[in-house]
């Protein structure tokens, strides 16, 4: 079978018999040979992998509506790319370590915090079901980009703002055939094509990740601490510190992470909900896209995908977008200097590299890596605590200056946080002992104002 003759089978396979044999006639009378068209488009002429191909792409056509991501997709494709890079099974001994771990954490960190929540559940969790357990935030955070993206997908390949000249077929053509209009056509398209980027994503970040929390945002279940011994032990070969340092090291750090997103339930959707203003905004650059798509086959999803990791958000941002970002950088700065804070406390004695450790992670965290890359291609924004060593720093001095109890007074309301005015001034969280004093005797009177500005 010659690749013409597989082109051919893919038309017919999306549009049936007589919406194909339009499809080729309009191609050919464009000066345009199918056999060219299936070689550019990488299909198959291996009559099995064909086969298999065109499986796909009809339970891919004829699924219901999904919106703007195939979520079943992104599912698949994240546990098909976890399971390729190597997924062995969690055993029971793993398991053990990892619990015990994460049990000494939070008994190292009861002497240094005054948060307490709900016992946590701990687990070690395979990469397979990290992305289980984690999927459901990012089909929350994603939703926003993913409309706009699979829009301007839309809008693109429907002739709106055709990126392909007369150079490569167009997509009016199809009308109905097959039962599938041009714009269903085009936004399962749009939606696969996302649900393969989110999919791929989720995957890289289940390979890099050593549990829920150490990206900043909270991806799983609210009281839940896990992590993934897998991902631990090749960070820790890494490394030249004992493999037991680096894993209890690793397990304070989740452990703290959870304890605050259970001390102070408001944080987690406080967090969240700025990612999601600023993913509600997000803008598509045009041109960037066009020129993306310009030597592809708009009906192969796979190269779809690869178009959307190319660059295609927008560089100028919104004033509103703006704030959001400067909101979430010194949120996530100041929830990771809290927890250098504790962890440092809880450790001292205990962790004889941990200075080693604690720098190794800060600059990790403040230069970003392949999972931080990986999230911004979801929602288009970097999650980089850049003002963590002031945020460790203003946490070390409240800590000197009210004791334990009225640093962790802090996460008791939003209003109470510090902003970015505090991290420029360490020393007195930016603002008067009066005014501290004030807060907090109304939050413990009932409450806030409604109306009084707050410090999101």
């Not at 070689?39 to 339970?59: C, K, N, S, W, Y």
């Not at 200075?355 to 965290?365: C, F, G, I, Q, S």
């Not at 970097?382 to 200056?401: F, G, H, I, K, Q």
Request: glycine share 8%; with cysteine.
């Amino acid at each position: 079978m010659d690749n013409g003759q597989s082109w051919e089978e893919v038309l017919r396979s999306i549009l049936g018999e007589e919406g194909a044999s339009q499809a080729i006639e309009a191609m050919r009378a464009a000066g345009l040979d199918p056999e060219t068209m299936g070689e550019a488009a990488g299909v198959p002429t291996d009559p099995m992998q064909l086969q298999a191909m065109l499986a796909q792409m009809r339970t891919l056509f004829s699924s219901p509506d999904t919106g703007p991501v195939n979520w079943q997709l992104a599912h698949d494709v994240a546990r098909q790319q976890v399971h390729t890079g190597g997924d062995p099974i969690v055993t029971a001994a793993e398991d053990a370590r990892i619990r015990q771990a994460l049990q000494i954490a939070d008994l190292w960190l009861d002497p240094v915090t005054e948060l307490v929540a709900a016992a946590p559940t701990r687990r070690a969790l395979s990469r397979s079901a990290w992305v289980e357990e984690t999927l459901p935030v990012f089909q929350d955070l994603a939703s926003p980009v993913a409309e706009h993206i699979v829009d301007a997908i839309s809008g693109l390949l429907s002739g709106e703002a055709p990126p392909f000249g007369d150079e490569t077929l167009g997509l009016s053509m199809f009308g109905d055939s097959g039962g599938l209009n041009a714009p269903d056509l085009l936004r399962k398209l749009g939606s696969a094509a996302f649900g393969m980027q989110l999919g791929g994503a989720v995957a890289h970040l289940a390979s890099e990740t050593f549990g829920f929390s150490d990206i900043g945002v909270p991806l799983g279940a609210a009281g839940s601490a896990a992590m993934v011994p897998r991902n631990v032990d090749e960070f820790s070969d890494g490394l030249e510190v004992p493999a037991d340092q680096v894993l209890q090291f690793l397990a304070l750090r989740e452990a703290a992470h959870t304890r605050l997103y259970g001390a102070a339930p408001w944080l987690r959707g406080h967090v969240l909900g700025i990612v999601r203003n600023y993913a509600s905004e997000i803008a598509i650059d045009l041109p960037a896209m066009e020129e993306a798509f310009r030597s592809i086959d708009p009906t192969d999803p796979e190269q779809l995908r690869q178009a959307l990791g190319s660059g295609i958000f927008a560089l100028e941002v919104t004033q509103s977008q703006r704030e959001s970002l400067e909101n979430l950088e010194t949120v996530l700065a100041v929830i990771e200097g809290w927890v250098e804070c504790v962890v440092t406390d809880a450790a001292l004695g205990q962790i004889p590299e941990l200075p080693a450790l604690t720098e190794m992670m800060r600059r990790r965290r403040a230069a970003g890596g392949p999972a931080e890359d990986a999230f911004k291609t979801l929602v288009g924004l970097e999650l980089r605590p850049r003002r963590l060593r002031d945020a460790a720093a203003m946490w070390t001095a409240v800590t000197a200056e009210r004791g334990i109890n009225g640093r962790d007074q802090l996460w008791s309301h939003p209003d109470l946080l510090p902003n970015s005015a505090a991290l420029d001034d360490p020393a007195n969280l930016g603002r008067s002992d009066s005014e501290f004093d004030d807060a907090l005797a109304a939050l413990l009177e009932g409450g806030f104002d409604d109306d009084a500005p707050k410090d999101d």
